[in-house]
């Protein structure tokens, strides 16, 4: 640096704030030095800013960023690294992510030291979590190892707490190694360490203390990456790690880099204080490194009123892991991650889950669930459809990665061990962690287990056939359209009619005569009726003027619209009218003493059993095929008068037989919907609830539902809705604004043709010139 020559006098004070002071003092008084770097712990800052604010020497300190000293009291104490006001307030979104993504979070418990240095974080950290509990647990920097973990213990209890800690790097390793014999390093506590013990923790060698501390979330200033920054990681592992320590993976921290750029701070004011002849001056000297600006390797150097003028942001980490960063908070974006916690947060539960799911089905129903097994195995060869969608997609959604296996609820020949609340009951005797398939939420059911959230809404609906009736009723070729189209319909063909007779009166010799003559009525309905179809007979009217036959053309359009229309939707409505559901109440099922069908193992035999009917009229029933035959023979010929089954299979019913069968309004049951059985307690069921939520809001499970069902429910065809006048108003609107129009330019043109014509006739009376 051109002139200047800097000599380092270096002093340990072994982080003892008596001996820091006792090295100040030594350096002031005996060394006289102009400048003093440091000091590195927090408690030493107060005592050193005292000395140096007297002596008029500046001290320049790369890790006291608190607020314990104050740059108005002592001006000649400038911090050179970022302010950590904002540390607070990303521990606070570190600690909403977590409550977010993980439901068992309901608190905080701060761990922090007995010292003003880590006390001073509580009161921003009050304000910054908000509404969220905080528990506190004050520990003395003197506390013997027993006492810690008895503090500990105090705490076991506060399972689903986030435990965050603020305390020096020493008095934490004793905390998580006493945690790590409580078992409270377990799946069931998360813990977060705040920036100092983080930073430490990177330039650590003491694998024993990464060992307790697997798991740990922090914490730490970040430096946003560069040129400079990497070659100065590659000079500082040369010179220091290889020299001292021989660990090549230790990385410079970001208070290592604020120490470099204080060095360069220093060398440059000292530098122009040389060439300006003021060393000496300590005020002057305050004053060049006040003003001195550069781009160092942690960013841009520049000295504010209370310190160095740059915005702290913090990497989220995890503790001894080697892919340890998780995401970067900034006071402006919060949280940008780069990859999800779910890699560090594990299950509530331990090991893999053993989860039931029914055994192999029919294929009709492969859409709902497919389970596919290796012959004469209970191995799975596949497992598919609806269903596991779902439960695969919600399991994806947990903030944690949970470890399961499919067990087919099977015995060694390939056979169901029962129905469907046989197999809950097994979930509830721990057979098994879970059931997934489709298995309806009941009250029953309910009381044994744990269901999620419903993933698929359901009712009970009834099947039936429908059979030929037809109808009796004179008026029925009206039923295609409402009494107004009927009325609108008439009267724009009386418009019609009238606006060519109108057009063609003056000039059509068979038009003429008296307005009000039966033959020019019978020539205004003709018009509208029959010429638009037809060719016209020797003693009927045409068309002579252009200007009528556009008007022709354009009715002409419109009947014929209107006939299709209309004939499409008399055959339907005839058609609907011959088929009539045979069966329509579930009164009528009980009275006449008929058989019902219902779908095997479903909970519905016992529903029917509850409406009244008598076992011996239930029949079970395994595919669609069956439902199909049953249905056609009917209850007096070894059939069934209806099925009764859950909506979602009554609609995939109709994908493959869509004649002949409807479901009765009359006949219908909210349940429960489907869900996936745990035993109870389960915290994964909780878990997998919100997640199928998160499904719903998000519009993913209606897109499982289309990639299998990719159907509308099938309405009652017995009801065709009639056409109305609001059907057809655009078309009503063109002809009818069409001959208005031509009659008014008819009319004008006539007025123009009789002036005119009294114009000539006025020219013929005046007397011819003499020849």
């Known amino acids: 640096m051109g002139s200047a020559n800097l000599v380092l006098h270096v002093r340990d004070s072994k982080g003892d704030a008596v001996t820091a002071t006792a090295a100040a003092l030594d350096l002031l008084n005996s ?16 005592h050193i800013a005292a000395l140096a604010t007297t002596a008029h020497v500046p001290v320049l300190s790369f890790s006291a960023s608190d607020t314990s000293v104050s740059p108005f009291r002592f001006p000649f104490f400038i911090k050179t690294a970022p302010s950590d006001a904002t540390q607070s307030q990303a521990i606070a979104n570190l600690i909403s992510t977590i409550r977010t993504n993980t439901i068992r979070t309901n608190g905080v418990v701060l761990i922090y030291e007995d010292s003003y240095q880590y006390g001073e974080l509580v009161p921003s950290t009050d304000k910054d979590l908000g509404d969220s509990k905080i528990h506190r647990v004050l520990i003395s920097s003197n506390i013997n190892d027993e006492q810690i973990y008895d503090n500990l213990v105090s705490v076991m209890g506060m399972k689903g707490h986030v435990f965050l800690v603020h305390s020096s790097v020493h008095l934490a390793s004793r905390l998580f190694k006493a945690a790590k014999v409580a078992g409270m390093l377990s799946d069931d506590y998360v813990w977060i360490t705040t920036e100092f013990i983080t930073s430490y923790l990177e330039s650590t060698v003491d694998s024993s203390l990464f060992g307790s501390m697997h798991g740990v979330l922090g914490v730490k200033a970040h430096i946003r990456p560069s040129k400079k920054v990497r070659q100065f990681e590659q000079r500082w592992r040369l010179e220091f790690v290889m020299k001292y320590i021989n660990h090549d993976t230790i990385r410079p921290t970001a208070y290592e880099l604020w120490a470099y750029d204080t060095v360069w701070a220093t060398a440059i004011a000292v530098n122009r204080a040389i060439e300006e002849n003021c060393f000496g001056d300590g005020e002057s000297l305050l004053e060049l490194i006040r003003n001195t600006e550069f781009e160092g390797i942690s960013g841009r150097f520049s000295i504010g009123k209370g310190g160095l003028n740059a915005s702290k942001d913090y990497e989220i980490v995890a503790v001894g892991e080697e892919d340890r960063r998780f995401g970067v908070w900034t006071n402006k974006k919060g949280i940008t991650w780069r990859r999800s916690l779910r890699s560090l947060l594990t299950a509530p539960v331990a090991g893999k889950l053993r989860i039931a799911i029914p055994g192999s089905v029919d294929p009709e129903f492969s859409i709902v669930l497919r389970v596919d097994r290796f ?10 459809g609806f269903v596991i969608d779902v439960f695969e997609a919600a399991v994806a959604e947990l903030p944690y990665s949970l470890e399961y296996e499919y067990v087919p ?18 979930v509830s005797l721990e057979q098994y962690d879970a059931a997934v398939g489709d298995i309806t939420i009941t009250a029953n059911r309910s009381s044994m287990v744990d269901f999620t959230q419903s993933y ?3 009712s009970v609906s009834m099947l039936v056939p429908l059979v030929g009736k037809s109808r009796s009723y004179a008026w029925s070729f009206l039923l295609p359209w409402t009494w107004d189209l009927w009325l609108l319909a008439a009267l724009l063909c ?30 205004i309905l003709y018009f509208s009726f029959y010429l638009p179809v037809s060719s016209s007979g020797d003693n009927d009217p045409d068309l002579t003027r252009d200007i009528s036959k556009m008007v022709l053309a354009v009715w002409t359009f419109v009947l014929f619209t209107l006939s299709a229309s209309y004939t499409a939707n008399l055959t339907t409505i005839f058609t609907a009218d011959q088929l009539k559901p045979t069966v329509t109440s579930i009164r009528q099922l009980i009275k006449n003493q008929d058989y019902v069908g219902y779908l095997q193992s479903s909970y519905v035999k016992g529903m029917l059993l509850n409406m009244g009917f008598k076992e011996s009229q239930l029949r079970p029933l395994t595919s669609f095929d069956q439902y199909s035959d049953a249905l056609t023979k009917g209850s007096k010929n070894g059939g069934v008068a209806a099925v009764v089954d859950e909506l979602p299979y009554v609609n995939l019913f109709f994908q493959y037989y869509c ?22 307690g389960s915290a994964v069921a909780h878990d997998l609830s919100t997640a199928i939520l998160n499904l719903t809001e998000s519009g993913k499970l209606a897109d499982i539902q289309g990639k299998w069902f990719g159907y509308n429910s099938s309405d009652d065809t017995s009801s065709v809705p009639r056409q109305d006048a609001l059907s057809y108003i655009g078309l009503f609107n063109i002809t009818g604004i069409f001959s208005v129009l031509t009659m008014l330019i008819s009319v004008f043109d006539v007025k123009k043709y009789l002036g005119m014509d009294s114009k000539g006739k006025q020219d013929n009376s005046l007397p011819s010139e003499p020849t």
Do not use: M
């Open 494 to 523: 009386i418009l019609t009619g009238f606006s060519l007779w109108f057009l063609e009166r003056k000039t059509n010799e068979s038009l003429k005569g008296k307005a009000l003559e039966w033959r020019q009525i019978y020539n």
């Open 456 to 458: 698929l809404d359901s």
């Open 659 to 680: 004649c002949n069968y409807t479901i009765p309004s009359e006949f219908s049951y909210k349940a429960g919907g489907f869900g996936f059985a745990f035993q109870k």
């Open 31 to 46: 060394v006289k030095v102009h400048l003093i770097i440091g000091p590195q712990n927090f408690d030493e800052a107060p």
């Open 409 to 426: 609820f099977v015995d060694a020949q390939g056979h169901r061990l029962g129905d469907y609340n046989e197999l809950v009951r097994q």
């Open 375 to 384: 012959n004469g195995t209970n191995s799975l060869l596949y497992v598919g």
